[in-house]
T-cell receptor, first 114, second 119 residues
Framework: AQKVTQAQTEISVVEKEDVTLDCVYETRDTTYYLFWYKQPPSGELVFLIR??????QNEISGRYSWNFQKSTSSFNFTITASQVVDSAVYFCALSEAGNNDMRFGAGTRLTVKP | GAVVSQHPSWVICKSGTSVKIECRSLDFQATTMFWYRQFPKQSLMLMAT?????????EQGVEKDKFLINHASLTLSTLTVTSAHPEDSSFYIC???????????????FGPGTRLTVL
Protein backbone atom coordinates (compact mmCIF):
# COMPACT_ATOMS: atom_id res chain seq x y z
CA ALA A 1 0.00 0.00 0.00
CA GLN A 2 1.18 3.50 -0.68
CA LYS A 3 2.23 5.80 2.11
CA VAL A 4 3.19 9.45 2.32
CA THR A 5 5.18 10.99 5.15
CA GLN A 6 5.42 14.67 5.89
CA ALA A 7 7.62 14.78 8.94
CA GLN A 8 7.28 18.51 9.51
CA THR A 9 4.06 19.17 11.35
CA GLU A 10 4.46 22.93 11.59
CA ILE A 11 6.92 25.42 10.18
CA SER A 12 7.11 29.09 10.98
CA VAL A 13 9.19 31.52 8.96
CA VAL A 14 9.49 35.25 8.56
CA GLU A 15 8.41 36.82 5.32
CA LYS A 16 10.98 36.65 2.51
CA GLU A 17 12.65 33.58 3.92
CA ASP A 18 12.89 30.47 1.77
CA VAL A 19 11.22 27.37 3.13
CA THR A 20 11.28 23.72 2.08
CA LEU A 21 8.50 21.29 2.87
CA ASP A 22 9.58 17.67 2.88
CA CYS A 23 7.66 14.73 1.48
CA VAL A 24 8.78 11.11 1.49
CA TYR A 25 6.68 8.40 -0.10
CA GLU A 26 6.46 4.63 -0.30
CA THR A 27 5.01 2.61 -3.11
CA ARG A 28 5.57 -0.71 -4.83
CA ASP A 29 4.24 0.54 -8.12
CA THR A 30 6.57 1.73 -10.83
CA THR A 31 3.91 4.03 -12.20
CA TYR A 32 2.53 6.59 -9.82
CA TYR A 33 1.73 10.24 -9.43
CA LEU A 34 2.81 12.71 -6.79
CA PHE A 35 0.92 15.84 -5.88
CA TRP A 36 1.14 18.91 -3.73
CA TYR A 37 -1.96 20.75 -2.54
CA LYS A 38 -2.39 23.92 -0.54
CA GLN A 39 -5.26 24.16 1.91
CA PRO A 40 -5.93 27.70 3.15
CA PRO A 41 -8.23 28.32 6.15
CA SER A 42 -11.27 28.20 3.87
CA GLY A 43 -10.63 24.47 3.50
CA GLU A 44 -10.72 24.22 -0.26
CA LEU A 45 -7.79 22.33 -1.68
CA VAL A 46 -5.70 24.25 -4.17
CA PHE A 47 -3.87 22.10 -6.67
CA LEU A 48 -0.20 23.01 -7.03
CA ILE A 49 1.49 20.28 -9.01
CA ARG A 50 1.19 16.74 -10.33
CA UNK A 51 4.24 14.77 -11.30
CA UNK A 52 4.38 11.27 -12.73
CA UNK A 53 6.98 8.76 -11.70
CA UNK A 54 8.75 8.81 -15.03
CA UNK A 55 9.43 12.50 -14.98
CA UNK A 56 12.20 13.36 -12.55
CA GLN A 57 12.83 16.80 -13.85
CA ASN A 58 12.62 19.48 -11.24
CA GLU A 59 9.93 22.06 -11.76
CA ILE A 60 9.80 25.75 -11.09
CA SER A 61 6.68 27.86 -11.13
CA GLY A 62 7.23 31.39 -9.97
CA ARG A 63 8.32 31.26 -6.33
CA TYR A 64 7.50 27.57 -6.12
CA SER A 65 9.84 24.76 -7.00
CA TRP A 66 9.76 21.01 -6.60
CA ASN A 67 12.60 18.52 -6.28
CA PHE A 68 11.66 14.97 -7.21
CA GLN A 69 14.27 12.34 -6.32
CA LYS A 70 13.28 8.74 -6.93
CA SER A 71 16.52 7.52 -5.36
CA THR A 72 15.38 8.83 -1.99
CA SER A 73 11.63 8.60 -2.66
CA SER A 74 11.23 12.26 -1.95
CA PHE A 75 9.25 15.04 -3.54
CA ASN A 76 10.15 18.21 -1.70
CA PHE A 77 8.54 21.59 -2.18
CA THR A 78 10.35 24.89 -1.80
CA ILE A 79 8.82 28.34 -1.54
CA THR A 80 11.27 31.10 -2.28
CA ALA A 81 10.87 34.52 -0.71
CA SER A 82 7.84 33.44 1.28
CA GLN A 83 4.88 35.74 1.74
CA VAL A 84 2.17 35.97 4.36
CA VAL A 85 -0.35 34.69 1.81
CA ASP A 86 1.60 31.44 1.65
CA SER A 87 0.39 30.61 5.14
CA ALA A 88 -1.65 27.42 4.85
CA VAL A 89 -1.51 23.70 5.31
CA TYR A 90 0.33 21.93 2.53
CA PHE A 91 -0.35 18.33 1.65
CA CYS A 92 1.74 15.94 -0.35
CA ALA A 93 -0.18 13.06 -1.92
CA LEU A 94 0.45 9.91 -3.89
CA SER A 95 -1.71 8.06 -6.35
CA GLU A 96 -0.73 4.70 -7.75
CA ALA A 97 -1.70 4.01 -11.33
CA GLY A 98 -3.35 0.76 -10.38
CA ASN A 99 -5.42 2.12 -7.49
CA ASN A 100 -6.38 5.57 -8.68
CA ASP A 101 -7.24 6.75 -5.20
CA MET A 102 -5.08 9.41 -3.60
CA ARG A 103 -3.34 9.05 -0.27
CA PHE A 104 -2.35 12.13 1.63
CA GLY A 105 0.45 12.90 4.00
CA ALA A 106 -0.35 14.37 7.38
CA GLY A 107 0.23 17.87 6.10
CA THR A 108 2.58 20.67 7.09
CA ARG A 109 1.17 23.85 8.54
CA LEU A 110 3.20 26.78 7.27
CA THR A 111 2.97 30.12 9.00
CA VAL A 112 4.66 33.07 7.38
CA LYS A 113 4.99 36.02 9.72
CA PRO A 114 5.30 39.58 8.47
CA GLY B 1 -8.82 22.81 -14.29
CA ALA B 2 -12.19 21.19 -14.30
CA VAL B 3 -14.80 22.15 -11.71
CA VAL B 4 -16.29 19.99 -9.00
CA SER B 5 -19.04 21.40 -6.82
CA GLN B 6 -20.37 20.26 -3.50
CA HIS B 7 -23.68 21.08 -1.93
CA PRO B 8 -24.24 22.19 0.71
CA SER B 9 -21.01 23.96 1.63
CA TRP B 10 -21.95 23.69 5.27
CA VAL B 11 -24.72 22.08 7.26
CA ILE B 12 -25.74 21.96 10.89
CA CYS B 13 -28.07 19.22 11.97
CA LYS B 14 -29.44 17.60 15.09
CA SER B 15 -28.14 14.30 16.34
CA GLY B 16 -30.05 11.39 14.85
CA THR B 17 -30.95 13.05 11.57
CA SER B 18 -29.58 12.14 8.16
CA VAL B 19 -27.67 14.51 5.94
CA LYS B 20 -27.08 14.23 2.21
CA ILE B 21 -24.08 15.82 0.52
CA GLU B 22 -23.92 16.14 -3.25
CA CYS B 23 -20.81 16.12 -5.38
CA ARG B 24 -21.06 17.15 -9.01
CA SER B 25 -18.57 17.33 -11.83
CA LEU B 26 -19.70 20.37 -13.76
CA ASP B 27 -17.85 20.22 -17.04
CA PHE B 28 -16.64 16.66 -17.36
CA GLN B 29 -17.76 13.10 -16.84
CA ALA B 30 -16.38 11.36 -13.79
CA THR B 31 -16.12 7.62 -13.95
CA THR B 32 -14.90 7.50 -10.39
CA MET B 33 -15.60 9.69 -7.40
CA PHE B 34 -13.90 9.62 -4.04
CA TRP B 35 -15.09 10.74 -0.63
CA TYR B 36 -12.70 11.99 1.99
CA ARG B 37 -13.17 13.06 5.57
CA GLN B 38 -10.98 15.56 7.35
CA PHE B 39 -11.14 16.15 11.08
CA PRO B 40 -9.79 19.44 12.45
CA LYS B 41 -6.03 19.77 12.08
CA GLN B 42 -5.76 16.35 10.48
CA SER B 43 -5.18 15.04 7.02
CA LEU B 44 -7.69 13.89 4.46
CA MET B 45 -8.67 10.29 4.95
CA LEU B 46 -10.22 8.35 2.10
CA MET B 47 -13.61 6.99 3.08
CA ALA B 48 -14.79 5.32 -0.09
CA THR B 49 -14.43 5.05 -3.82
CA UNK B 50 -17.46 4.96 -6.04
CA UNK B 51 -17.76 4.05 -9.67
CA UNK B 52 -20.77 5.08 -11.66
CA UNK B 53 -23.45 2.43 -11.61
CA UNK B 54 -21.81 0.14 -9.09
CA UNK B 55 -21.52 -0.19 -5.34
CA UNK B 56 -18.99 1.91 -3.53
CA UNK B 57 -15.84 0.41 -2.09
CA UNK B 58 -15.31 1.47 1.50
CA GLU B 59 -12.04 1.82 3.32
CA GLN B 60 -11.41 -0.27 6.37
CA GLY B 61 -13.14 1.13 9.40
CA VAL B 62 -15.75 3.10 7.47
CA GLU B 63 -19.29 1.88 8.10
CA LYS B 64 -21.06 1.46 4.80
CA ASP B 65 -24.48 1.44 6.43
CA LYS B 66 -23.77 4.76 8.06
CA PHE B 67 -22.19 6.49 5.09
CA LEU B 68 -24.37 5.68 2.10
CA ILE B 69 -22.85 6.51 -1.24
CA ASN B 70 -24.75 6.65 -4.48
CA HIS B 71 -23.10 7.33 -7.81
CA ALA B 72 -26.10 7.35 -10.07
CA SER B 73 -24.63 9.23 -13.00
CA LEU B 74 -21.31 10.26 -14.49
CA THR B 75 -21.63 13.70 -12.97
CA LEU B 76 -23.20 13.11 -9.57
CA SER B 77 -22.32 11.24 -6.42
CA THR B 78 -24.05 11.62 -3.09
CA LEU B 79 -22.92 10.84 0.42
CA THR B 80 -25.62 10.39 3.04
CA VAL B 81 -24.60 10.40 6.65
CA THR B 82 -27.35 8.44 8.35
CA SER B 83 -28.33 8.97 11.97
CA ALA B 84 -25.59 11.52 12.38
CA HIS B 85 -23.92 11.98 15.75
CA PRO B 86 -21.56 14.67 17.03
CA GLU B 87 -18.54 12.49 16.29
CA ASP B 88 -19.51 12.61 12.61
CA SER B 89 -18.87 16.34 12.59
CA SER B 90 -16.13 16.83 10.06
CA PHE B 91 -15.14 18.36 6.74
CA TYR B 92 -16.22 16.09 3.90
CA ILE B 93 -14.46 16.49 0.57
CA CYS B 94 -15.23 14.73 -2.66
CA UNK B 95 -13.08 14.36 -5.70
CA UNK B 96 -13.90 13.28 -9.20
CA UNK B 97 -11.63 11.49 -11.61
CA UNK B 98 -12.15 12.43 -15.22
CA UNK B 99 -12.72 9.74 -17.78
CA UNK B 100 -9.41 8.79 -19.42
CA UNK B 101 -10.70 9.53 -22.88
CA UNK B 102 -11.90 13.01 -22.10
CA UNK B 103 -10.21 16.38 -22.10
CA UNK B 104 -8.80 16.00 -18.59
CA UNK B 105 -7.17 12.66 -19.27
CA UNK B 106 -7.74 10.80 -16.04
CA UNK B 107 -6.94 13.71 -13.74
CA UNK B 108 -8.62 14.08 -10.39
CA UNK B 109 -10.31 17.25 -9.19
CA PHE B 110 -11.50 18.15 -5.71
CA GLY B 111 -14.68 19.77 -4.57
CA PRO B 112 -14.63 22.69 -2.13
CA GLY B 113 -15.78 20.55 0.79
CA THR B 114 -18.81 20.41 3.06
CA ARG B 115 -18.52 21.24 6.72
CA LEU B 116 -20.90 19.11 8.78
CA THR B 117 -21.69 20.00 12.36
CA VAL B 118 -23.89 17.65 14.33
CA LEU B 119 -25.35 19.08 17.49
Amino acid sequence: AQKVTQAQTEISVVEKEDVTLDCVYETRDTTYYLFWYKQPPSGELVFLIRRNSFDEQNEISGRYSWNFQKSTSSFNFTITASQVVDSAVYFCALSEAGNNDMRFGAGTRLTVKP
Amino acid sequence: GAVVSQHPSWVICKSGTSVKIECRSLDFQATTMFWYRQFPKQSLMLMATSNEGSKATYEQGVEKDKFLINHASLTLSTLTVTSAHPEDSSFYICSARAAPSGRWLDEQFFGPGTRLTVL
